[in-house]
């Protein structure tokens, strides 16, 4: 059926994750490390820069290296610079361009996707609209009963800066020009990314990535509704920026690589459900040169290609291999996690950068509706080499020390006094901080430091100071001890929105379709 889009002009001794945070103070060792990315050798901007996409870089990290306005000193001072509203409620976050040549004149730009499929594009100084496009949920209904389609994606901006890109409700990601709006429909363009936008879901950010071969190229995933009803199947669809050309993986009969149609049409799989719902979707780590994401409830049978409460890789240009991931990693308690509906996938994994002395080179921290944290070898996610196999974690698995199941996702820290890393997880109990461990023998282990309970989404830091946003409270922390720094409860209610601290300025959109920025 025809969904029509409404438009208006209104006017990635560490690894790659964090060679931007020790830039200069350790540039020397990184030099020594190999697989650095050599984008994030440089040194870091001290002046304006961008937030391109969900939680910062590639890893979605939500660890911003770059902040040197706000900081633990200063915090405190932080108050209300603007609230808007927006056309409908932005359910994750804003990403930032500076410096586009508007018809306004140059100035820095938000850009949000709402749950009804705005794409807007805002003042980041004052808030206002610049122009905004909607491809709207038209005549969908999910799973073809009552209630309209929606989304809870955000946008990406292009690593070359010129584009945007957000999810559409009518089953496609669209392509605007950063400046204007002006959506390119040439070389491919709307990229197909669902034939059943109806039963299938765009949950996740969309995200980028610039692989070894300097090839770029967008993540779009899809889940289910809420419910887990109707006729879905997980999957990415991994575009090609500088060509338009796209791949298909399905963690249903992955061995298809394509967009299947509702049943009993063809293209089709009989297996369902096996949803790509975490906050960033997909992860990139330079070193493996590899994409990552984790699966929801689902059956996981390898001999079908089905790969349900699963953690797996695939090349950057979103290929597998012989119709299976390149590698995965999936609990022995898989059969439990589905029935008690457990999504391993609630998270994807957050690549964690270790010392020399850490026998696994290549590490992440994995969350879960089971209330526990995971660590895996992303180099060998089974320790098997190769899909297929059940069980392969490091260590035993982790209670999250305020417990309450983990839909968003961990903010990942560097703390340069003493070389640690560190892990910030936020659930509707509260949040914690982390310390990784390596012990005499080389093996990490996740230590819990500190806790408290405060709810909430998707944490992140800025110049050594982490922030998280519960319902009608965003709030500030030392993040070694926990110690709160500062808070407002000015803001509505949160789902998953997370926050976004750039140059200088605090961003927060909330359950009642504000977009509140708090400066000093």
């Known amino acids: 059926m025809e969904n029509r889009a409404h438009s208006t002009i209104v006017n990635p001794i560490f690894r790659s994750s964090t060679a931007a945070i020790l830039g200069i103070v350790f540039v020397s060792m990184l030099a020594l490390k190999p697989g650095k990315s050599p984008e994030n050798m440089s040194k870091p901007e001290k002046s304006s820069y961008d937030w391109l996409q969900f939680n910062f870089d590639e890893q979605h990290s939500g660890n911003n290296?770059?902040?040197?306005?706000?900081?633990?000193?200063?915090?405190?001072?932080?108050?209300?610079?603007?609230?808007?509203?927006?056309?409908?409620?932005?359910?994750?976050?804003?990403?930032?361009?500076?410096?586009?040549?508007?018809?306004?004149?140059?100035?820095?730009?938000?850009?949000?996707?709402?749950?009804?499929?705005?794409?807007?594009?805002?003042?980041?100084?004052?808030?206002?609209?610049?122009?905004?496009?909607?491809?709207?949920p038209g005549e969908y209904k999910i799973n073809n009963g009552h209630q309209p389609?929606?989304?809870?994606?955000?946008?990406?901006?292009?690593?070359?800066?010129?584009?945007?890109?957000s999810y559409g409700l009518d089953g496609y990601v669209h392509k605007f020009r950063v400046a204007d709006g002006e959506e390119v429909k040439t070389g491919g363009w709307p990229e197909l990314c669902t034939l059943k936008p109806f039963n299938e879901k765009g949950s996740s950010a969309l995200a980028t990535a610039t692989a070894k071969n300097?090839?770029?190229?967008?993540?779009?995933?899809?889940?289910?509704?809420?419910?887990?009803?109707?006729?879905?199947?997980?999957?990415?669809t991994t575009?090609?920026?500088?060509?338009?050309?796209?791949?298909?993986?399905?963690?249903?009969?992955?061995?298809?690589?394509?967009?299947?149609?509702?049943?009993?049409?063809?293209?089709?799989?009989?297996?369902?459900?096996t949803a790509i719902w975490s906050r960033p979707g997909v992860i990139y780590d330079y070193a493996t040169d590899r994409i990552y994401m984790a699966t929801g409830n689902g059956p996981f049978d390898p001999t079908k290609h089905d790969w349900g409460d699963t953690i797996f890789s695939l090349n950057p240009d979103g290929t597998g291999r012989g119709g299976n991931p390149v590698d995965a990693y999936t609990p022995s308690?898989?059969?439990y996690l589905n029935r008690a509906d457990l999504d391993l996938g609630s998270t994807a994994p957050a690549i964690l950068p270790v010392p020399a002395n850490c026998s696994i080179h290549d590490l992440a921290v994995q969350g879960g509706k089971d209330m526990k944290l995971r660590l895996v070898n992303?180099?060998?996610?089974?320790?098997?080499?190769?899909?297929?196999?059940?069980?392969?974690?490091?260590?035993?698995?982790?209670?999250?020390?305020?417990?309450?199941?983990?839909?968003?996702?961990?903010?990942?820290?560097?703390?340069?006094?003493?070389?640690?890393?560190?892990?910030?997880?936020?659930?509707?109990?509260?949040?914690?901080?982390?310390?990784?461990?390596?012990?005499?023998?080389?093996s990490p282990s996740l230590k819990p430091v500190w806790q408290n309970d405060d709810e909430g989404s998707s944490p992140i830091v800025a110049d050594n100071v982490l922030y998280c946003a519960g319902s009608r409270d965003i709030r500030a922390f030392d993040p070694t001890t926990g110690k709160l720094l500062w808070h407002d409860t000015s803001i509505g209610k949160i789902h998953w929105e997370s926050p976004v601290v750039v140059n200088g300025v605090l961003y927060i959109t909330d359950e009642s379709g504000n977009l509140t920025a708090f400066g000093l």
């Not at 500076?98 to 100084?125: C, F, K, Q």
């Not at 993986?249 to 063809?266: E, I, L, R, T």
């Open 65 to 136: 290296t770059k902040e040197t306005k706000i900081n633990a000193g200063n915090v405190h001072r932080l108050h209300r610079l603007f609230r808007v509203s927006l056309p409908d409620v932005a359910d994750g976050a804003p990403v930032y361009l500076r410096n586009v040549p508007t018809t306004e004149g140059t100035m820095d730009l938000l850009y949000l996707t709402t749950r009804d499929g705005h794409i807007v594009a805002l003042n980041a100084s004052t808030g206002k609209t610049v122009w905004e496009h909607q491809y709207g």
């Open 149 to 165: 389609i929606y989304t809870t994606s955000s946008p990406a901006v292009d690593p070359d800066k010129q584009f945007v890109y």
């Open 214 to 236: 300097g090839v770029s190229y967008l993540y779009v995933t899809n889940g289910g509704y809420l419910g887990d009803r109707g006729d879905y199947q997980g999957h990415v």
């Open 239 to 273: 575009i090609n920026l500088a060509t338009g050309v796209q791949h298909v993986f399905n963690a249903n009969c992955s061995d298809n690589p394509v967009h299947f149609v509702q049943s009993p049409g063809q293209p089709d799989c009989t297996a369902v459900q």
């Open 333 to 335: 308690n898989h059969h």
């Open 378 to 442: 992303l180099a060998d996610l089974s320790g098997e080499h190769g899909a297929g196999h059940v069980g392969g974690n490091i260590g035993r698995l982790i209670d999250v020390p305020q417990g309450g199941m983990v839909f968003t996702q961990p903010a990942v820290w560097i703390n340069l006094v003493d070389e640690s890393t560190w892990v910030f997880v936020a659930t509707y109990s509260g949040l914690s901080g982390l310390k990784l461990e390596i012990d005499g023998h080389g």
